[in-house]
């Protein structure tokens, strides 16, 4: 019987392997991707060769109207060169007039390099020429023709009596000349020759169209080939014209009309239009195909992991319901009518009836003791409406043999794989064995419960979200009685988080059943003591939880009566605070010495201020402004040392000082004026920089200043005391941002030229009531110390050396800066004072 081919083809596929079946379905699309790949290139060939005529005619083109234009141009200045030739031949120009017309006319036109008047025998009558011919071409008047020197052309236009174009090869030091030899007659007889002479180079400039050049490589070229004038692109690598997308070398040339064969104008395209466009096109075919089959491969590999995944799919299905039928726990689903749908192996031996027993029942099940069938059927109901239970329920199980079983059970919503419920998942665990174990013991809960009876502290038991009391020893009974409302109020004052009471039966279990107790935080098993108004005792409470006997988990709290302590820790308190007060005491006459020492800058500028006015009053030198600017200056120091006392009995009270967002540039300069005088009386000069914009800092700008001040007097004094000479009595400071342990920083530096710190001097530097000088107080250093370290900064002093002599000390602190700052309005601006 003949099948159609067709059916023969279905046929012959069918009983094809699923192996070589994926490998032909593979094959046909890569054949397909292949032949689809041939006639790509085939029709890309095929544009590639019409694109490559196309340019070629484009060249060929170009250059015959370029060579059309040079012979113009070249007929034109022969036109009117033989118009000069008419006129020699009719004795209308002398030699004079000749070089006067040839100055115009090379000077007209720049391709032009020279015109020669030369008579019968060969003599030069007359010759003009550029400047940039060589010694080589020129020609002298009244000079002979030299022999060789386009003779032959001379005689060539004298037997011709017409116009003759030559080609003169260029010497090593001369450029190409093209000739143009027209003859001379008078009354029809050969009178001489019109020599004109053009530079090639001259004529590729001027004579080949710009749009031409900029296409194309144009070059004049000479009979033989070589190079005349022009650019000239180097032959192609073999190799490279062997691709596709190469394109042929595209060259045209053709002779110059009138010249002829001696003249030869080249083009030669730089690049064609399908140079990028072509390689591109080739490449991105040869990519896709390239993806495409590629594809196709990497499909048919996925096709076979899939497979592969399928029957690890089978595999893990198979293990997953080895593993349901060897687990312990029974596990029963139900749908949403409540049918059993699925029992697993660990269930139907817990109940003793088969899978095919129980599988399509409702209820009332078989397993469900005839005296408790109305309280299951009624939870059964609760579970169908979706009224569970986190912890569970325990009810009695039957099996076949008609034994009865405890058993507590799980529910929860059974989702399928599009998160839809499908009904109700149950586990079921037999808890007979810890239910017997629990009936043992209580009987030890007697023993125990004798020993907690015996305890000086209150210990109550509770679960968590009941008010039920699990325990209470007879102190708790004693003091709360037999509710739990005590274990509570303990629990609530002593900061542990309770949660609300429930309805939930006696036999819920809360959510946190079967955690492990050191699982809970740290925090809740810290203690705590409260004082209870009821009965006048403060007590320690402390609270663990623990798990129950039930499997709930439970709070204990145990507190401890410590009245008799917190008394002694009182009477404790009171003797710490008559220390304290017996210490500001003492701080008191530190307090005064301080006063004194501050006090006297601030004094020491009052009193300068006042004699430099008494002073300039003596000596009628002082106008009513400056006085007036004076006394304001005299009552600002009185008023700062007013701050002054203010902040410094703050300080020593160890309160924090009143800071607030400051400028550093104003703080400096007021210590500057301060110190001024005194730096002035002691003839040391002070230079001081202060970085530009940096930010503002949190702090007291009294104290800052206090600081900066003490330590430039400080600077100054020691320059005085070394009693260096002029040139080197100086004090320097600097302010300026830094890095201190990765945090951004001001750091104050005050640099002298002293004679530095003695070791032991250094080792006590910041040690109260201790001075070098004969009149100090000893308290300066250690008050600026304790004032850059209330900012959270830090101060250092070091020498300055010169090789191993001491040149100065140098004094250095740094503030933090503030990490937040308010807006620019808030900030505490300060104006720098005028020295008066």
Sequence with gaps: ??????????????????????????????????????????????????????????????????????????????????????????????????????????????????????????????????????????????????????????????????????????????????QLHIPLSERVRFSGVLLAEYSVDGLFRYGVPAEVSARYAVSFHDANGGLLAGISIPPRNPATSLLPWASPAN??????????????????????????????????????????????????????????????????????????????????????????????????????????????????????????????????????????????????????????????????????????????????????????????????HERF?????????????????????????????????????????????????????????????????????TMLPEREAESAEVYLDELGKWLEVRTRYLSWVDGRLAQMVIATDITARRLAEEQSAAQTERAQTASRLITMGEMASSVAHELNQPLTAINNYCNGMVSRIKAQQISEEDLLGALEKTAKQAQRAGQIIQRIRSFVKRSEPNRSLSEIAGMVDEAVELVDIELRRRNVRLTHYVAPRMPSLLVDPILIEQVLVNLLRNAAESVDAAQRPTPQRSVKLRVAPAQVDGKPVIEFTVMDSGKGLAPEVLARLYEAFYSTKADGMGIGLSLCRSIVESHLGRMKAENLYNGAEVTGCCFSFWIPIAESQPPKAQLRHKQPRTPG
């Excluded at 979200?465 to 009685?481: H, I, P, Q, V």
Aim: proline share 5%; with cysteine.
């Design 449 to 517: 419960t004798t020993v907690l009876e015996a305890l000086d502290a209150s210990i109550s038991v509770a679960p968590l979200g009941s008010d039920e009391l699990l325990f209470a020893n007879k102190l708790y009974r004693l003091w709360f009685g037999t509710l739990a409302g005590g274990h509570l109020q303990l629990g609530a004052q002593a900061g542990v988080p309770t949660t609300t009471p429930s309805d939930e039966s006696l036999d819920d279990v809360d959510a946190f059943a079967g955690m492990p107790t």
């Design 251 to 444: 060259i045209y040339e053709v002779p110059v009309s009138p010249v002829g064969n001696g003249l030869v104008i080249r083009a030669q395209a730089y690049r064609t239009s399908l140079g990028v466009i072509g390689s591109g096109l080739f490449w991105l075919v040869i990519t896709l195909s390239v993806m495409t089959a590629w594809m196709l491969i990497a499909n048919w590999r996925h096709t076979r992991r899939r497979m592969q995944a399928q029957q690890a799919l089978v595999s893990e299905t198979s293990f997953r319901r080895a593993m349901e039928n060897s687990m312990l726990t029974g596990m029963r689903a139900l749908d949403l009518q409540g049918r059993i749908t699925y029992v697993n192996a660990a269930f139907c031996q817990m109940t003793g009836w088969n899978e095919s027993d129980l599988v399509g029942r409702t209820a009332p099940f078989p397993y469900w003791p005839d005296a408790d069938r109305a309280a299951l059927k009624s939870g059964l109901e609760d579970e169908l409406a979706g009224k569970t239970t986190a912890g569970g329920i325990q009810v009695r199980v039957k099996r076949r043999d008609g034994t009865l079983f405890d058993a507590r059970l799980y529910v929860s919503p059974l989702i399928d794989a599009r998160g839809t419920q499908t009904g109700w998942m149950t586990s079921m665990t037999d808890i007979t064995e810890p239910n017997r174990i629990r009936e043992q013991l209580s009987a030890s």
């Design 1 to 178: 019987m003949h099948l159609p081919p067709v059916t023969r083809l279905r046929g012959w596929w069918r009983r094809l392997t699923p192996s070589r079946q994926d490998r032909f379905a593979v094959l046909a699309p890569l054949a397909a991707v292949f032949l689809f790949l041939a006639a790509i290139v085939a029709v890309f060939g095929y544009l590639r060769l019409e694109e490559i005529d196309r340019e070629q005619e484009a060249v060929k083109r170009d250059v015959e109207y370029t060579q059309q234009r040079l012979r113009l141009r070249l007929l034109e200045r022969q036109e009117q060169l033989m118009r000069v030739a008419r006129e020699i031949s009719n004795r209308e120009l002398d030699p004079d007039d000749f070089l006067a017309r040839a100055e115009g006319m090379i000077n007209q036109y720049p391709e032009l390099q020279g015109l020669t008047w030369i008579d019968d025998r060969r003599r030069i009558k007359a010759h003009f020429s550029t400047a940039s011919l060589s010694p080589n071409q020129l020609r002298s008047v009244g000079t002979t023709l030299k022999a060789g020197d386009t003779e032959n052309t001379y005689n060539l236009t004298r037997e011709l009596q017409q116009p003759i174009y030559a080609q003169r090869a260029a010497a090593p030091d001369t450029q190409a000349v093209l």
